[in-house]
């Protein structure tokens, strides 16, 4: 089947899921780009939706499809189609697909609520797990050549850590502007980087009013710095700026701040790399180092008074019913 | 050492694609190094540092750049190469065009083909039409339902879902309407701009539009209710979600309301929606005292003509005035009925929109006393039969009882022009008054057939010692596919009198005649004191 040969056959598909950022009533958009596993759809107030097969994880602005063994996106859609969400369902026009997303439960992830303490020997054994785990993962990916614009992505993300322990923010907005857009791949290395990363600092900024504040700041000069990387890459990085990533990054997060197994870990690790070629890799790295930014910092508990704590964990990533 | 450089303009590959392309590229002999990467700011900044890419060279981080350096050679092979492993994946197909060429046969159909459509127009023989109306609404789809013969309690319960699902019905009987500038059914080409109209007659809607952008202003939207929605039975649903919409459409500077005087109730929830709208609200209720419609924030209008005014002085930030009739327009007529006989007292309207013969009606019968129509507003004035006309005559050649087995005047001239002569061979005619709606669904070139008839009942008149004065509207747009200039111009010079609006014309019929009577009367006193 080629791609819109389908279009007096119609496909109606089921969503599975849909993140809580992706719009689900009436809206109007175009295909903006198409993958195997993915269809990026470009809205008309400029936001991104993406809709996904249904081996990949939920994303904060992705529906995840019943898709049929075998399905691949691109052979039945192409980039420029028109798409119509209308009562609940999606058409996107000229392929004769269609996605009934009525029933689909809201998957909804907010890092911030967290509130994981770095410091904490056993959150502390559960990071070196999971570095660990990366560390393998890398050696599996094979040699680490001709990626030197990874590298230097790398070294930015280095620099973006260190401003970030010393709450030097101004350096730390630098940091981020030139790391977004540097590297290798569809989403550029730099821009998973800063996803992970920002990931990891909301995870541990809602300890402390003075990470917080941080975390806060660097999130809307990412978000400023994301006008210059793609559209795909943009829409991720914005939804983490707010805490929202991808549920392989955010189970790993989970994974870390509960302090599980380390099998367990090692296990959150291999999915949340698997995403994409490089991404996963990167985001993981940056998630990381955004973990362990102030594991030795002054940021300190005991500044949010306990009836207002957020519990750790619980309801960090949910699935709710539809319409709930 | 060469280097090649190629940015692919929005060009999206996933990143295992990019590494195997990149892979690929470095392996062709010759070749040195090989990049394929997203041509964002960082990524340029740094290719330029390393000497790999120009510095004034313009890409977008949308865009797929790649970069080699190597043998000249190797580097064109290697950029052909490239070339031919984008091409092989995931561009735009050429097979979702020949879908497209299917045409849609269903609503379902339609939307798969148009998947950002948000409204289905319904034009189905009467007895299908709310089956398929329902589809529609249940896809999410507001709708447009130009037929008519739909049952009222049908129309009741598609207002009702679509009020509960935040959609609108427009219609049954719905022909005109104007949604995001595109013109719907028997609608004209007019300007967008800040005034929202909401209708229950179709030509009534067209005149206002028309007169909106005549008169330099213009539409944001024109929303048709269908002729039935201001009954006690429907509610005036949809006048009351157009209103709605419009109140909260910020493209809507000024909202009027266009409709033959609603159920009395119905009219009292209308004003008082209209009065909580936050926007000046013109309201036309046609023949409605003006007074009675009097509220905070509502401008009653008397005429069609008088809402256009208001609501484009509203617009233009202006204070509405009433202006007197153009004194050149008033002198042509004056010159034309000069030339008409004693005996020629009558007045005969034909007209092709249903609410310009009403307005006529209206104003004529206040100014002249009884007129006879074929949809009297008083039954003692009803013709005897349609066909033949008596004292002073307005008909509607659109209404059920001229139209059965013809097409609607609108579109076909014919039967309008075989009246015309005949009323001309009446010798106690002096006025014809007519509308020519110009548009799309329309006739055309409606001055053309219209314009013949009009030389050749002149004629027939000359033959007979007589003259005759044709007083008209033309209800069209500059934007329209016949050309409001064009249609004017040639009506005129067959010999018609033209005002801007309707209600105009009717004004100068009337002056007409009085004239003609005064005249009379003036020639009767003088043949006495002879």
């Avoid at chain 1, 999971?130 to 790398?154: I, K, M, N, V």
């Amino acid at each position: 089947m080629t791609a819109g040969g389908s279009g007096s056959a119609g496909i109606r598909l089921n969503a599975l899921s849909a993140g809580h950022r992706a719009p689900r009533d009436r809206f109007t958009g175009v295909v903006h780009s198409v993958f195997r596993r993915a269809c990026n759809i470009e809205r008309e107030d400029g936001g991104m939706l993406v809709l996904l097969a249904a081996e990949l994880g939920n994303a904060p602005h992705g529906v995840r499809l019943e898709t049929p063994a075998g399905f691949a996106f691109d052979r039945h859609i192409a980039a420029g189609h028109g798409v119509g969400c209308r009562a609940g369902v999606l058409r996107v026009g000229r392929s004769g697909l269609s996605v009934d997303l009525r029933d689909a439960p809201t998957w909804r992830v907010d890092l911030s609520r967290l509130c994981l303490d770095s410091r904490q020997p056993a959150v502390a054994v559960a990071r070196r797990a999971a570095r660990q785990a990366l560390a393998r993962s890398r050696d599996r990916a094979g040699p680490a050549g001709r990626r030197t614009l990874a590298e230097f992505a790398h070294e930015r993300l280095d620099l973006l850590a260190a401003a970030t322990e010393a709450y030097a923010e101004q350096e730390a907005e630098t940091a981020v502007q030139r790391l977004i857009g540097t590297g290798v791949g569809l989403t550029p290395s730099g821009d998973d980087l800063a996803v992970g990363f920002v990931a990891g600092l909301w995870c541990t900024a809602g300890s402390s009013p003075r990470r917080a504040v941080f975390a806060a700041r660097l999130a809307a000069a990412m978000c400023r710095a994301a006008r210059t990387t793609n559209a795909i890459s943009r829409a991720y990085l914005r939804h983490a700026a707010h805490g929202h990533v991808c549920e392989p990054l955010a189970e790993l997060a989970v994974a870390i701040a509960s302090a599980a197994t380390e099998d367990a870990i090692h296990a959150a690790v291999d999915r949340a790399v698997a995403v994409g070629s490089s991404s996963g890799h990167e985001a993981v790295r940056g998630l990381l180092r955004g973990l362990g930014a102030w594991a030795a910092g002054s940021g300190s508990m005991a500044a949010i008074p306990e009836s207002i704590r957020r519990p750790a964990v619980k309801g960090v990533g949910a699935m709710e019913p539809a319409h709930g | 050492m060469a280097r090649a450089n190629r940015i692919i303009r929005n060009l999206y590959r996933d990143s295992v694609a990019l590494m195997q392309l990149s892979a690929r590229l470095s392996a062709i002999s010759g070749v040195e190094q090989a990049s394929a990467v997203m041509a964002t700011e960082a990524n340029l900044a740094l290719l330029a540092e390393a000497g790999l890419v120009d510095r004034d060279i313009d890409p977008s981080p949308s865009d797929l750049l790649i970069v080699m350096t190597g043998d000249e050679e190797a580097l064109a092979a290697a950029m052909s190469e490239a070339d031919g492993m984008l091409s092989r994946t995931g561009r735009s197909d050429e097979a979702g065009d020949r879908s497209q060429r299917i045409p849609p046969r269903s609503i379902q159909m339609g939307l798969d083909a148009l998947p950002e459509a948000n409204l289905a127009l319904i034009s189905t023989p009467g007895e299908y039409a709310a089956a398929e109306a329902f589809k529609a609404l249940r896809m999410g789809l507001n709708v447009m339902l130009f037929s008519d013969n739909v049952d009222l309690a049908d129309e009741i319960a598609l207002k009702a879902y679509a009020r509960d699902n935040g959609l609108i019905v427009m219609g049954p009987d719905c022909g005109t309407a104007i949604i995001d500038g595109i013109p719907l059914g028997f609608a004209n080409a007019v300007q967008r701009g800040d005034i929202g109209c909401v209708a229950a007659s179709g030509t009534g809607l067209q005149q206002v539009t028309c007169l909106v952008d005549r008169w330099g202003a213009g539409i944001s939207q024109a929303i048709g209710t269908g002729g039935r929605d201001l009954k006690a039975a429907v509610g005036g649903e949809t006048m009351l979600r157009g209103i709605t919409a419009l109140a909260e459409d910020r493209e809507t500077a000024v909202i009027t309301l266009i409709s033959k005087p609603p159920a009395a109730e119905i009219a009292e929830r209308v004003l008082e929606v209209a009065e909580r709208a936050g926007k000046p609200v013109v309201v036309n209720f046609i023949g409605a005292d003006p007074a009675a419609l009097e509220r905070p924030n509502v401008h009653p209008a008397r005429t069609l003509e008088d809402a256009a005014r208001i609501a484009v002085a509203l617009s233009l930030g202006e204070r509405p005035t009433t202006p007197d009739p153009p004194a050149a327009l008033v002198e042509a007529a004056a010159a034309s009925a000069a030339d008409l006989a004693p005996g020629q007292i009558y007045l005969r309207g034909l007209f092709s929109g249903g609410t310009f013969c009403y307005e006529a009606l209206l104003l004529l019968t206040e100014a002249l006393g009884p007129v006879f129509s074929s949809t009297p507003l008083d039954p003692d004035c009803a013709l005897a039969d349609p066909w033949r006309s008596h004292r002073h005559t307005v008909i509607d050649l659109g209404d059920d009882q001229f139209t059965r087995g013809r097409p609607h005047p609108m579109i076909d001239t014919t039967l309008r022009a075989e009246r015309i002569l005949r009323e001309a061979s009446d010798p106690e005619v002096a006025v014809i008054l007519l509308d020519v709606v110009l548009g799309f669904g329309a006739h055309a070139d409606p001055a053309d057939e219209i314009g013949s008839a009009v030389e050749e009942a002149q004629s027939l008149a000359k033959a007979a010692g007589r003259h005759l004065v044709f007083v008209g509207s033309v209800c069209g747009t500059a934007a329209d596919p016949q050309g409001l200039a064009d249609q004017e111009a040639r009506l005129r010079k067959a010999g018609v009198i033209l005002a801007d609006s309707n209600a105009l014309a009717v004004r100068l019929c009337a002056g007409v005649l009085a004239r003609n009577a005064d005249g009379k009367a003036a020639r009767s006193a003088a043949g006495k004191a002879r």
